[in-house]
């Protein structure tokens, strides 16, 4: 008996620590018993190593199609067992074939989930944050602004007729002293390392390798001395200004539009501490944002989050506690959009800024 339960664990094309619905397609070895599978049942029965044990939704563990409660049933039911299997790998195709073509009415899909605030957490006041950052600039070794900015980024996509997805891609940018840069940007989750991830490159979503390079990009020499392109300053009214002109606008910006503006300054600009201090002071004034507490962000970061909501998005900004600095910025929808086919909770954007 147990030499046959491992054979049909080894036969199971989507097993439980496997990748899942909202985070990707079934991997390479997946596909490759899933083939076997639907092709001939018997040979995928045959002694392969590792996995584990596939169960149906709704079926109590243990019980499968074709199996009785003291053991395998003898001759046809081994086979109704094999073809439940079989169908399992079906579902889980016709999931992942969802997901990427969609039907009329298609179910949401939003990966990676909310950050989860810690329980027993104690926030702490930005204005905290800021005599933080502000104590880490008067430091001697204070890390200096720097041209260029190193970026992993989640982002819904969204479009009519299809299903949305979740699209994750890491960017770099580095200047030259000549005023020339190169970009690069690749499709990788790092949650997930190793595994295909989708993308939207050339209009259609398919499936790339972990690492897929997307772009790889020398720009000549260019200079502007507009924002974000120009140096931010280093005192918060000016910097406020200054965030306000980079989002073509002469009227105060809302936290929300701060925010976005700070997204876009720290996608042009790895901040040196004097900048960064002047950026949290800027934030620690902002109204209705809120400190709730301890968070690990997806690059495993511990930092302490701040939440601002505003008009079915809540953002949450995630900040070094040790030196003050912006780690982070979540946009999650707080209500559902079903023209689109986003839910209440859905993880609209997600940015995680790297030095």
């Given amino acids: 008996m147990a030499d046959e ?21 079934l991997d390479h070895n997946a596909e490759r018993r899933l083939e076997q599978l639907l092709r001939d049942p018997g040979d995928g029965l045959r002694g392969r190593p590792g996995g584990r044990s596939g169960l149906l ?8 199609p074709g199996r009785h409660r003291h053991g395998l049933l003898p001759g046809p039911g081994r086979l109704r067992l ?8 079906v579902v889980a195709a016709l999931t992942l074939t969802l997901v990427l073509s969609g039907p009329s009415t298609p179910p949401a899909v939003a990966a990676p989930r909310p950050l989860v605030v810690e329980t027993g957490s104690t926030p702490v006041p930005l204005h905290r944050m800021a005599e933080l950052a502000s104590a880490v600039a008067g430091s001697d070794d204070a890390p200096r602004l720097r041209k260029g900015t190193h970026v992993q980024s989640w982002s819904l996509g969204m479009s009519d007729g299809k299903p949305p997805i979740t699209l994750p891609e890491e960017r770099i940018v580095r ?9 690069l940007v690749v499709a990788t989750d790092p949650r997930h390392p190793g595994r295909p991830v989708l993308s939207d490159e050339g209009g259609e979503p398919h499936l790339v390798d972990d690492g897929h390079v997307l772009l790889d990009q020398t720009y000549p020499p260019s200079w502007s001395d507009a924002p974000p392109k ?31 503006a700070m997204a876009t300054l720290l996608d ?3 901040l040196g501490a004097r900048e960064n201090a002047a950026l949290t002071r800027l934030l620690a004034g902002a109204e209705g944002l809120r400190p709730v507490g301890r968070v690990t962000d997806r690059l495993g970061r511990r930092g ?9 998005v809540r953002r949450m900004l995630i900040m070094d506690p040790a030196a003050g600095a912006v780690l982070g910025l979540e946009s999650t929808l707080t209500r559902p959009d079903p023209e689109y086919g986003v839910e209440e909770g859905d993880v609209m954007s ?3 800024w790297m030095r």
Avoid: C, I, K
């Fill in 5 to 25: 339960l491992e054979l049909l664990r080894s036969a199971d094309p989507a097993p439980p620590d496997g990748p899942h619905f909202g985070d990707g397609p």
């Fill in 57 to 64: 939704p709704g079926h109590p563990r243990g019980l499968l």
């Fill in 82 to 89: 094999a073809w439940g299997l079989v169908a399992t790998a």
């Fill in 175 to 183: 200047w030259r002293a000549d005023d020339s840069h190169t970009e």
């Fill in 230 to 260: 120009s140096p931010p300053p280093r005192d918060p009214a000016r910097l406020r200004a200054y965030l306000m002109e980079a989002q073509y606008t002469d009227t105060p910006l809302t936290t929300p539009e701060l925010l976005d």
């Fill in 268 to 270: 042009n600009w790895t």
């Fill in 304 to 312: 302490q989050a701040y939440v601002n909501d505003s008009r079915g």
């Fill in 350 to 352: 997600y940015s995680a």
